[in-house]
């Protein structure tokens, strides 16, 4: 039942489109932009691009940019729609709004900003509701309002009035051409003249006007179609089958190339239409439009189109290389198989398989015919291959061999994956992978049928390939990969490989056959079969280019490409060159079907991709061809502390100059972290496109390719720096880098001044401590000096000490000496007075011995010795030794006296003598031969001459003389 529901749409969708027209089979791919996507208002009147490659949209909210990431959005001053936009020769953005017009021209720091000219109009000229229309000519620049046109010529505004209302304003050709209700009018000599020689008709009403051919203009009308003017005529289009847009409420149209004409309208999207008249593209909402009422139109710098929509913003890769097949025959079912056969393209989807016819089309893409069921084919469609003449048709429900218009069943009951071309026993047949093993089909009257199947082998043999030596080789996805020789029919030999047998595991493995070499993509790359070791190595071509990548899928095409899927991207090794070398096609990335992929690379012009919704066609000559060199932009520069600050907003002169930076900006410290935004001007291939940055001053290499399209980095130390960035695309070709400049100054702890100032405090701070030192180290001298003072002191009471020690050990020593010599003075003493004793004594008894001796000589000799002992008893060389010692003794004791007291006498000297020598009175009256009351009398008598208090003892005043 569900099948013939699904038949019974197949047909009444073929039957409709037949009736309703033909697009291509391939239809470009369309981005929706959506009112949320781009942040501003619904509408969108006008599309302008500049040489950079930079959008401009005129929209309700303002001037709309889009660099192909970022969107942005500059209201005017009276935050009114704008309706209109031209980028002038004077490279400045001029835009009409409502009660206003001016012009947008990028600030110092690179941002737009909106400049009015009301100013300039006259007093009198100033209302006036929306501009329309902006044409640009030369220096002058017209602006179109319901009832005026301003013209800006040399900074001074003119205005023409028109009384019957300006409907249009547009040029072409170097030709500014208006209308009002007396038709179509030339500006000419500072004045508008009517030019034609037959009008349209008043109602008529233009909405565009582009170059045709040559001189020739083309004007679109609103609801009267589409005009040709030439040699101040006009006349109907008469090509492009012209006159069945008559009444589609045209909005805009141009030539899109030689041949194209793109048409944009109000009610039915936009037409892409030959010359032939042949409609190739009705695009609107039933095709991807967001909707079908298109206010404005460009065809951009890539020759693919942008349209503004009254809700919304849609871009057509028109121009692209590659197309999307998912015709609504195709019902969105899943694209598993595709083969070209019979002069005609069969597609084995999820849900049937269908056909096409080629003709002669180089590009099958731009094929207009409708697709054909295939009847009989309901049903999943795995596999489809032509062996010996047969398209086979592996489905879920069996094989079957592709008859003309229907599918015709081989076997029943099981499904099939593949089919191969195989000699058995030197009979051609056909290896059919199934789910249960492999099948042997032989021919039979030029007929396929079964004739068993490879005995010893049950699994399921979807990834199936043989090799030069005609041993099969098939992968299981968690056993491993097996090979089977059949060269012994009956028991054939199979052996399998696990990662015993070298490969890095026994999961994941697929079996291809690719530059006639049997080869196994694993988790851990490509490995290829050795047949001397019986193992599985790892593929020197292969991990060369893709280094161990996890590889799912390899199709090898007719000039010897290798086509791959690498985790959900397709790519393709491409050996036309030098040198091989890998190119991926993101636009397709994770658009394949995971685990079912299928490449069918056709030729050059034609590879068959499927998807997870019908399938998708690449020209691949066409893409090689379109390679552009990424252009990369810095789009925004912030630097950002406790609020951010725009340092660069995208432009270093006006919005079409090509200059570098010319100002260098000085940021103080405390905004020390910046944000960069940059993008490739790429709208359509941003999926192409990795970028790389480089802070220069800060970082040590380049970053590696990302797709981050920002960067930040915080907390940067004070210096010079230049931000550097770079894009590639996927053919690994770079951008020329762009770069920004800045400079971060040092905080204001070390500017010169806080230097200076440091300096100065330095010096102040030298000077105090050198004070302070002085002060410090005068103290402590003084201090130390004090202390050697002290120590001195303390040294010297130790010497002084030690010296009265020594005096005091000298002086007991001098004492004790000088009571030597005292005591030996007073033994000399005693020994004199002992003397004088006794030669008194001898002299007294010789005397009594002169009477007595009768001989004369005797007595002469006995009185001679008398005479001699007198004179030596009145000798005073006794006293002088005495004195001489005495003085020695006494430290010229008797000497200084005498010098102090001159009026001493002999006898005075010698009693002092005696009384220092501390002699008794007795002893001094014998040493003096007087009595002692005479020595008693002396003793008072020196006393007086001295003067010697009474209470002094003489003795104790000898004992403590010094002379002075």
Not at 272 to 301: C, E, H, P, W
Not at 434 to 460: C, M, R, T, W
Not at 836 to 843: A, D, F, G, R
Request: glycine share 6%; with cysteine.
């Amino acid at each position: 039942m569900r099948r013939s529901l699904l038949l019974i749409s197949i047909l009444y969708t073929l039957t409709c489109g037949r009736l309703l027209g033909q697009n291509p089979v391939g239809l470009p791919d369309i981005i929706n932009y959506e009112k949320t996507t781009y942040g501003a208002g619904t509408q969108n009147w006008a599309i302008q691009q500049d040489r950079n490659g930079m959008l401009y949209f005129a929209n309700n909210e303002g001037l709309l940019t889009f660099d192909g990431t970022f969107w942005k959005t500059y209201p005017i001053a009276n935050k009114t729609i704008v309706r209109s936009l031209v980028i002038a020769p004077d490279h400045k953005i001029y835009v009409g709004a409502q009660g206003d017009f001016g012009y947008f021209s990028p600030a110092a720091n690179g941002k737009l900003q909106y400049h009015s000219l009301l100013d300039k109009v006259p007093e009198g000229d100033k209302v006036f509701a929306d501009i329309w229309d902006i044409v640009a000519q030369g220096k002058d620049i017209f602006f179109r309002a319901e009832n005026k046109i301003f013209k800006l010529s040399e900074h001074k505004i003119t205005v023409y009035n028109s009384a019957s209302g300006w409907r249009f304003l547009g040029a072409a050709n170097n030709q500014i051409i208006a209308q009002d209700k007396r038709g179509l009018l030339k500006y000419e000599g500072n004045k508008w003249v009517s030019f034609l020689q037959a009008d349209i008709p008043g109602d008529y009403i233009a909405t565009s006007l582009s170059p045709y051919n040559g001189d020739t203009l083309l004007l679109a009308t609103w609801q009267h179609g589409l005009y040709t003017i030439s040699n101040n005529s006009i006349r109907k289009l008469q090509d492009y089958q012209a006159e069945r847009f008559t009444n589609e409420q045209l909005s805009q149209a141009f030539k899109l190339n030689a041949d194209m004409m793109v048409i944009a309208t109000n009610i039915n999207g936009c037409y892409i239409v030959n010359k032939k008249g042949t409609i190739v593209y009705n695009f609107s909402r039933k095709l991807g439009l967001q909707n079908n009422a298109v206010l404005s139109m460009l065809k951009d710098n890539h020759n693919n189109l942008w349209l503004g929509l009254n809700n919304g913003i849609d871009f057509i890769a028109n121009n692209d290389a590659i197309r999307h097949l998912n015709p609504e025959a195709f019902s969105e079912g899943v694209g598993h198989s595709s083969m070209l056969y019979d002069n005609a393209l069969y597609f084995g989807l999820s849900g049937a398989v269908f056909r096409i016819p080629i003709d002669e089309a180089k590009d099958f893409s731009l094929l207009q015919h409708a697709f054909e069921y295939i009847n009989y084919s309901a049903g999943q469609a795995w596999g489809m291959n032509v062996v010996k003449g047969q398209l086979l048709l592996g489905k879920h429900e069996g094989a079957f061999r592709v008859e003309g218009n229907s599918a015709v069943n081989l076997v029943a009951g099981k499904g099939y994956w593949n089919f191969l071309p195989y000699e058995l026993n030197d009979q051609p047949v056909v290896l059919a992978g199934n789910y249960n093993g492999i099948d042997i089909l032989h021919y039979q009257n030029g007929k396929l049928v079964p004739a068993g199947k490879i005995k010893g082998f049950n699994e399921s043999a979807r990834f199936t390939a043989v090799d030069q030596q005609k041993v099969i080789w098939t992968s299981h996805p968690y056993q491993g990969v097996y090979k089977i020789d059949l060269s012994q029919a009956e028991t054939p030999k199979i052996r399998l490989y696990t990662k015993a047998d070298k490969l890095p595991s026994t999961y994941n493995n697929h079996v291809y056959k690719v530059k006639n070499q049997i080869v196994v993509t694993t988790e851990s790359g490509v490995y290829a079969y050795n047949p001397v070791s019986d193992k599985f190595e790892p593929s020197r071509l292969f991990n060369e280019l893709f280094d161990g990548l996890y590889i799912r899928y390899l199709k090898e095409d007719k000039d010897g490409n290798v086509w791959f899927v690498h985790e959900k991207n397709l790519g393709v090794c491409d050996f036309s060159g030098n040198k091989p070398k890998l190119i991926y096609i993101p636009e397709l990335n994770g658009k394949l079907v995971s685990g079912f992929e299928h490449i069918n690379p056709i030729n050059k012009n034609n590879i068959i991709v499927g998807a997870q919704k019908g399938f998708y066609h690449l020209n691949y000559e066409k893409y090689l061809q379109a390679l552009n060199n990424p252009q990369v932009r810095i789009n925004v520069v912030r630097a950002i502390g406790k609020s951010d600050s725009l340092l660069f907003a995208g432009y270093h002169g006006e919005v079409n100059d090509s200059k570098t930076q010319q100002r260098i900006p000085s940021i103080r410290y405390n905004w020390n972290s910046f944000h960069f935004e940059f993008t490739a001007i790429l709208p359509q291939s941003q999926a192409n496109v990795e970028y790389s940055y480089y802070l220069e001053g800060f970082d040590k290499q380049w970053s590696e390719f990302s797709k981050k399209t920002e960067k930040d980095y915080t907390n940067l130390p004070y210096g010079d720096y230049v931000f550097r960035v770079k894009a590639r695309n996927n053919f690994g070709q770079e951008s020329a880098v762009a770069a920004y400049q800045f400079v971060i100054l040092p905080p204001w702890y070390q500017t010169i001044y806080a230097y200076m100032a440091y300096a100065v405090v330095a010096v102040c701070l030298v000077i105090l401590i050198y004070k302070r030192q002085q002060k410090k180290f005068r103290k402590q001298r003084e201090a130390f000096e004090q202390e050697q003072e002290r120590m001195r002191y303390l040294h010297q009471l130790e010497i002084d000490k030690s010296e009265q020690e020594i005096i005091k050990l000298k002086n007991e020593r001098l004492i004790t000496e000088i009571e030597i010599a005292n005591t030996a003075l007073a033994s000399t003493s005693m020994h004199l007075v002992q003397k004088e004793e006794l030669l008194t004594k001898i002299k007294h008894d010789l005397s009594k011995l002169n009477t007595n001796i009768p001989s004369d000589e005797n007595l002469y000799n006995l009185r001679k010795i008398i005479r001699l002992l007198s004179s030596e008893e009145k000798s005073a060389e006794g006293w002088e030794q005495f004195s001489i010692y005495f003085n020695k003794v006494h430290a010229n004791f008797l000497e200084e006296l005498k010098s102090v007291y001159g009026n001493l006498t002999s006898n005075d000297m010698k009693l002092a003598a005696y009384l220092k020598l501390g002699l008794s009175t007795k002893e001094i009256a014998e040493l003096m031969k007087i009595s002692p009351r005479g020595v008693e009398i002396s003793r008072y008598r020196l006393r007086k001459k001295l003067q010697i208090p009474a209470e002094v003892s003489l003795f104790t005043f000898f004992s403590e003389f010094k002379a002075n």
